[in-house]
């Protein structure tokens, strides 16, 4: 059971807009900032979105990201198939003298 | 541009200790924490801890009890021990860059950015 809670899946068709979200408690998303990864099939996870709305070099700005008090939320406007990938949030929590704490990851699906 | 290369045993029997090591090339290396997270088959992403270049380590608290990460400064790696693994630990590990030293993780990224290739690693009889 993961700390943050995320849809198992999520499906658009080429074009449409999908968001995820991800949910959390005060103790992480509700204090810190979120990552947003995309993880396709057989490699390492990559980071897509890290302090909750900023794009890393490369990534293009069909990815955004948004927070809202302990929900933080992944829209990908403009559907490509090569967007079908696994999607995870992540978040520092500062419970327990502080740990890392990811989502159970969303399985996106185009169409 | 930073980049992380891990090597490590990739078989293992139950009972026995995990040994994992990542180097990391380019960038600073004093500057951040390091970390491990592993992915068993099918299933998400799980953090297990990191260090920064002084030693000090933060560990998940469901697997601290058997978790030792360490550094090796000189040569710019860090490595992780799991001890005691049964069939529940065979997964992907990746070691990652984690947070930049002394940062407040309220107003910047914590989670890990820069991540390795993976080991699979696993458990069986």
């Known amino acids: 059971q993961s700390v943050l809670t995320q849809p198992p899946s999520a499906s658009g068709t080429p074009g449409q807009r999908v968001t995820i979200s991800c949910s959390g408690s005060s103790s992480n998303i509700g204090s810190n900032t979120v990552n947003w990864y995309q993880q396709l099939p057989g490699t390492a996870p990559k980071l897509l979105i890290y302090?909750?709305?900023q794009r890393p070099s490369g990534v293009p700005d069909r990815f955004s990201g948004s927070k809202s008090g302990t929900s933080a939320s992944l829209a990908i406007s403009g559907l490509q198939s090569e967007d079908e990938a696994d999607y995870y949030c992540?978040?520092?929590?500062?419970?327990?003298?502080?740990?890392?704490?990811f989502g159970g990851g969303t399985k996106l699906t185009v169409l | 541009q930073v980049q992380l290369q891990q090597w490590g045993a990739g078989l293992l029997k139950p009972s026995e200790t995990l040994s994992l090591t990542c180097a990391v090339y380019?960038?600073?290396?004093?500057?951040?924490?390091w970390s491990w997270i592993r992915q068993p088959p099918g299933k998400g992403l799980e953090w297990i801890g990191e260090i920064n270049h002084s030693g000090s380590t933060n560990y998940n608290p469901s697997l601290k009890s058997r978790v030792t990460i360490s550094v090796d400064t000189s040569k710019n790696q860090f490595s992780l021990k799991l001890s005691s693994v049964t069939a529940a630990d065979t997964a992907v590990y990746y070691c990652a860059r984690g947070r930049m030293f002394r940062v407040d993780c309220s107003s910047t990224s914590c989670p890990p950015d820069v991540w390795g290739k993976g080991t699979t690693v696993t458990v069986s009889s």
């Open positions: 302090s909750n709305n």
């Open positions: 992540a978040a520092w929590d500062d419970s327990l003298n502080g740990h890392v704490v």
């Open positions: 380019g960038g600073s290396f004093s500057g951040y924490y």
